[in-house]
């Protein structure tokens, strides 16, 4: 009797020994299963971070390099203009100087033919009319000079304003680069570990083991009939 009692309570509690190991083996599967899934999304989180950042480095590499380009294009773009509009200055300088020379000797002219009628000795209508006529021709040429200045001055004027038309286009070829904007991955959410068996599970082993014990009561009995 005694023999078979101890041959259940041993049963019971290796039945239930059993369990809480079992049970303990499966929560540290779970949990190594959980460390390893939560190592692979930190992985494929410090993965991203890092193409993340070659993203950034990429894109602020362009916007200097575009940056350089215009910063370039205005450069040039400015000193063309400058170049053209001194060029356009001293073909105007030119103009002014010949035609200022033009008309000192036109008036050299008309005085010297001026005095050589006064010398002559004339007198009458004949010296007014050749006094009139030189007149009136130095008047013409001044009047021609003038007018050629004029016309000269304005299609240098529509010159400056077509190299400043230049200027700009070249400058508004060249467009800032605008940076894509790369977030920073989310932090992965890492799963806790599971909890052992605790007291719940360790009470439900205990109680299954006592009914295993009970269950093979009546085997041992017939084992142990002493």
Do not use: W
């Not at 041959?7 to 190991?21: D, E, P, R, T």
């Amino acid at each position: 009797m005694c023999g078979a009692i101890a041959a259940s309570v041993a049963m019971g509690v290796i039945s239930a020994g059993l369990q809480i190991m079992q049970q303990q083996a499966i929560t540290e599967a779970k949990n190594a299963t959980i460390d390893f899934e939560n190592m692979a999304a930190q992985q494929r989180h410090d993965q991203q971070l890092l193409q993340t950042t070659a993203n950034r480095t990429a894109e602020n590499q362009t916007k200097l390099l575009q940056d350089d380009v215009i910063a370039q294009t205005v450069s040039l773009a400015n000193l063309d203009f400058e170049n053209q509009i001194s060029q356009i200055n001293l073909r105007l300088q030119h103009e002014q100087a010949v035609a200022g020379q033009q008309k000192r000797e036109a008036q050299k002219e008309f005085l010297k033919g001026r005095g050589e009628v006064l010398a002559s000795g004339r007198a009458g209508n004949t010296v007014a009319n050749l006094l009139a006529d030189y007149r009136r021709q130095k008047a013409a040429f001044d009047y021609a000079t003038e007018q050629n200045l004029a016309f000269v001055g304005q299609q240098e004027q529509e010159e400056k304003r077509g190299a400043n038309i230049q200027r700009a286009a070249r400058i508004a070829s060249q467009q800032p680069y605008l940076e894509r904007m790369f977030l920073d991955p989310l932090e992965p959410m890492k799963r806790p570990h599971v909890k052992g068996p605790g007291f719940v599970g360790i009470l439900s082993a205990g109680l299954s083991g006592a009914q295993t014990g009970f269950d093979v009561y009546p085997g041992m009995k017939e084992i142990y009939p002493g």
